[in-house]
């Protein structure tokens, strides 16, 4: 039963790191509604830059915030060069808009830094500890601080900032928003580099975990079962789906996986999520649309 | 001028809703024809073969299953890489497992497996939509390949996993040179080709055109959404599966489920978004174009760049440049290259005037 828990909880754990992810993603579909394919190359970007930066010898902080620059350019590019040309397209439009883009950042990425193999090393200690009886990862539960404190930072920006508001006024209904005067295209910005911040932080300890490389960039396939579990437009709903993603697939693997083969980590979060759709088809906490013809 | 529609009326409802209802385009096509079948099998070389010619049918033949589903019936997937491996994979099986079986029905038996197992990932999209049916496509994408890469039955238990494809033998001819294999690629293409045309011009097809353009309004004018929306998967697959098959057998002669990763499935989005949504024709703009830029893009690094520039930017270039595409067709020409096309025959029309 031990050794029940102790899966559970490493789950749990590392459902949290998907949640963060996940949450880059939530932020631009409740501000914009664009599904942003790109989060994942963008996690990458972030992480790869901030490696480099790293590697040649500029310190730690300074590093961070030339990264969170590189974010804020890329955002504005985005914003000016993309979403300000495909407004009023449908989202399927944009959503293909933003896998495009996702090409266009990964190449840039790695053209710029090269494709090789990073070790990051956040100076946290990656050694299990024991927990009344159960093994758990030093790292994990950082990572889960981390994520605890970036919703409530991010809960609190989007309830008490006006920003955070008029964000919330253009999720709602962005021809309502215009009329009263609340500039989109700031808006934008200020969302997309929010949710670079999102994919700094995510890229940071995914980069800590597996090696700042290309692969990263995948982690945007795991976060889409999340985010469909949470529903499209709810922070709180992000860290609930990675809890049951995490949790289930990392039971899954121990417990099934001993019969019918291993590896099905990587299906198994998609048949869970399809099963959850079937039952609440805009999952936990998404909202439900009224459909009119 | 050249492309003049007065004096050519239809006097019947048959002779309207023909395919080609100008003659122009229909000698064009004709010619185009005469020209795949005797023209470009006397001129080509293997390389033109094997490297582009095959390569870009099966593509055309891929991306014209991935539009019948996404284009006409607005039901966006990213596991068509998985129909094509589910394809590749049956027919190989069946090839292997019933004896004397002719290559032909192997292949429509591939194809008709891989329209059974979308139906299977359809099934959801009578419940969801919009982009929550990308999880179903994409649990397709990686079950599939799970099963394959797992299973070793479907391989022959070969350790490799990967499987030499059968000589390709039809009717007692031989086609295994190159020069076999791409007509016979190109029959096969062209066959489904005009089967598309047809059923995207049927009831059928304009049913999934309902259910794309607003599936609600669809449902209270009396389609059945179901039917349409299983039939879009079924059939789609289908031609996925067919495509997967000649890209196993025509094309590469192994049959290895790694060949059919996410990658493929968005290279197959790629082409029918630069191609055109909603087109026949642009399938097969798009398969040339995605075919020929890598080449044509190797060629200009190697000519100018001579050595500046290695393997792996070249590779990231690549990625740039057609994310690039994507996005300026999306935003310039949402309709793709079969758009420019139209646009062209407009202006043929008036041609030397402008209006």
Redesign the interface.
């Known amino acids: 039963m031990s050794f029940f828990f102790e899966v559970l909880l490493g789950g749990l754990l590392a459902g949290v790191m998907y949640s963060l992810v996940a949450i880059g993603f939530v932020l631009i579909y409740k501000a914009s509604g664009v599904f942003n394919f790109a989060q994942g190359s963008m996690v990458l970007f972030a992480a790869l830059t901030f490696v480099s930066l790293l590697e040649r010898g500029i310190s730690f902080w300074l590093a961070f915030v030339l990264t969170l620059l590189a974010m804020v350019a890329l955002a504005w590019t985005i914003e000016r060069w993309v979403l300000r040309k495909l407004v009023n397209r449908p989202p399927i439009t944009l959503f293909m808009a933003t896998l495009g883009l996702s090409y266009i950042i990964e190449g840039l990425a790695q053209s710029l830094w090269g494709a090789q193999v990073h070790g990051l090393d956040l100076g946290i200690n990656d050694e299990p500890f024991e927990f009344q009886g159960m093994l758990l990862s030093q790292f994990d539960i950082f990572a889960a601080c981390v994520a605890g404190v970036l919703v409530l930072v991010l809960s609190v920006f989007f309830n008490k900032t006006r920003t955070g508001i008029a964000l919330r006024a253009v999720a709602d209904d962005q021809l309502a928003a215009l009329a009263v005067g609340i500039k989109l295209e700031k808006l934008w910005l200020i969302v997309w580099t929010v949710a670079g911040f999102v994919g700094l932080v995510a890229g940071l300890l995914w980069g800590a975990r597996l090696g700042v490389q290309f692969s990263l960039s995948l982690v945007v396939l795991k976060a889409l079962p999340v985010l469909i579990i949470g529903g499209f437009t709810s922070i709180s709903g992000s860290i609930v789906g990675g809890l049951i993603i995490g949790a289930s697939e990392k039971l899954a693997e121990v417990f099934l996986g001993a019969y019918i083969g291993g590896g099905i980590e990587n299906w198994f979060p998609y048949m869970l999520a399809m099963l959850f759709l079937l039952v609440r088809p805009t999952g936990i906490f998404g909202e439900r649309q009224i459909e009119r013809v | 001028m050249l492309y003049r529609e007065s004096g050519q009326f239809s006097t019947s409802y048959p002779a309207d809703r023909r395919i080609f209802r100008l003659y122009q385009e229909r000698w064009a096509f004709y010619l185009l024809l005469a020209a795949a079948f005797l023209l470009i099998p006397w001129l080509g070389n293997d390389y033109w073969f094997s490297a582009i010619l095959i390569p870009f049918l099966v593509l055309s033949l891929a991306a014209l299953g991935l539009n019948l589903l996404t284009g006409y019936a607005g039901q ?1 997937s990213l596991g068509s890489a998985a129909f094509m491996a589910v394809g590749a994979f049956a027919a190989y099986n069946s090839h292997l497992r019933i004896e004397g079986l002719p290559f032909l029905l192997s292949l429509l038996l591939g194809g008709v497996v891989a329209g059974l197992t979308g139906v299977v990932f359809g099934l ?1 999209s009578l ?2 939509k ?3 049916i ?3 496509t ?2 397709a994408q ?2 599939v390949l ?1 099963v394959f ?3 070793a039955w479907f391989s022959n238990d070969s350790s490799s996993g990967v499987i030499t494809a059968p000589p390709l033998v039809i009717l007692g001819h031989d086609f295994s040179s190159p020069q076999g294999r791409y007509l016979f690629t190109l029959t096969v293409v062209v066959a489904l080709g005009f089967l598309a045309k047809s059923i995207v011009g049927s009831e059928l097809g304009r049913n999934w055109m309902a259910v794309r353009d ?1 599936d ?2 669809a449902e ?1 004018i009396g389609i059945a959404l179901p039917k349409a929306k299983l039939l879009a998967f079924a059939i789609s697959s289908f031609y996925l599966g067919i495509a997967g098959s000649l890209w196993a057998f025509c094309y590469l002669g192994t049959v290895e489920p790694h060949g059919f990763d ?1 990658s493929r499935s ?1 290279q197959i ?1 790629f082409i029918i ?1 630069i191609g055109g949504m909603g087109s026949i024709l642009g399938n097969f703009l798009g398969a040339a174009f995605i075919v020929l830029l890598p080449i044509l893009l190797s060629h200009i690094a190697s000519g100018l760049l001579a050595d500046t520039i290695d393997a ?2 070249l590779e ?5 440049i ?6 300026f067709f ?2 310039k020409e ?1 309709d793709g290259l079969a758009k420019i096309y139209q646009t062209c025959k407009q202006r043929l029309q008036v041609w030397p005037l402008r209006f």
């Not at chain 2, 990231?316 to 740039?320: A, D, F, H, M, V």
């Not at chain 2, 057609?322 to 996005?327: D, E, V």
């Open positions: 966006l959801p419940r969801i919009g982009f929550y990308l999880v179903s994409l649990a990686f079950f799970w890469t797992t299973f607003m609600k309004a209270v996410l968005f989005l978004i792996g930017q990231n270039c690549q990625k740039i057609f994310g690039g595409l994507i996005i999306l935003i949402p």
